[in-house]
T-cell receptor, first 112, second 112 residues
Framework: GESVGLHLPTLSVQEGDNSIINCAYSNSASDYFIWYKQESGKGPQFIIDIRSNMDKRQGQRVTVLLNKTVKHLSLQIAATQPGDSAVYFCAEIKDSNYQLIWGAGTKLIIKP | KAGVTQTPRYLIKTRGQQVTLSCSPISGHRSVSWYQQTPGQGLQFLFEYFSETQRNKGNFPGRFSGRQFSNSRSEMNVSTLELGDSALYLC???????????FGSGTRLTVV
């Protein structure tokens, strides 16, 4: 069936470096792609989203890139900080479906 | 403004019992979605309610049910609990359109 998956389960990054978290998706009909951050003991927290007709969107310290040709989504975090340690999920949604389809998650570890 | 409130935070039940989980959405939000999170299956969609009507349902057995009240608060019920139902159950509220889902901290259900 349709799914969203992640390439790497764990990513270790030096504090201050940039982080890149990747995601592959299979449903070309989705309207939005979204990144969430989940810290231990908490629910997922919205980071940034991108509409399917865009290829790049920037937020505060984060950038999402969408490559529809290869069905690939990435989240770039600039100047990674200890507070960025969490599990990051990509998700997709179709406007008429009201259902988030989730990737497996990538655990981001920040090395001091 | 207050976030999404899920009660209880933790729950231990015995196989065969039933359980009811509660979710109070952000004030003004009319959509409530429920997700199950497990280490093995990740995040999976259960159902979504909007103005007391179920708009979409995931691929879970009939033991999983939900409802939404006129004040937008939602409950989900799991009957005849199985060990595999042990999971973090997350609720998300939104206005009903777009990607603005806000998640609660979840209810951790353990079935023994």
């Amino acid at each position: 069936g349709e799914s969203v998956g992640l390439h790497l389960p764990t990513l270790s990054v030096q504090e201050g470096d940039n982080s890149i978290i990747n995601c592959a998706y299979s449903n070309s009909a989705s309207d939005y792609f979204i990144w969430y951050k989940q810290e231990s003991g908490k629910g997922p927290q919205f980071i940034i989203d991108i509409r399917s007709n865009m290829d790049k969107r920037q937020g505060q310290r984060v950038t999402v890139l969408l490559n529809k040709t290869v069905k690939h989504l990435s989240l770039q975090i600039a100047a990674t900080q200890p507070g960025d340690s969490a599990v990051y999920f990509c998700a997709e949604i179709k406007d008429s479906n009201y259902q988030l389809i989730w990737g497996a998650g990538t655990k981001l570890i920040i090395k001091p | 403004k207050a976030g999404v409130t899920q009660t209880p935070r933790y729950l231990i039940k015995t196989r065969g019992q039933q359980v009811t989980l509660s979710c109070s959405p952000i004030s003004g939000h009319r959509s409530v979605s429920w997700y199950q999170q497990t280490p093995g299956q990740g995040l999976q969609f259960l159902f979504e309610y909007f103005s007391e009507t179920q708009r979409n349902k995931g691929n879970f057995p009939g033991r999983f049910s939900g409802r939404q009240f006129s004040n937008s608060r939602s409950e989900m019920n799991v009957s005849t609990l199985e060990l595999g139902d042990s999971a973090l159950y997350l609720c998300a509220s939104s206005s009903g359109t777009g990607t603005g889902y806000t998640f609660g901290s979840g209810t951790r259900l353990t079935v023994v």
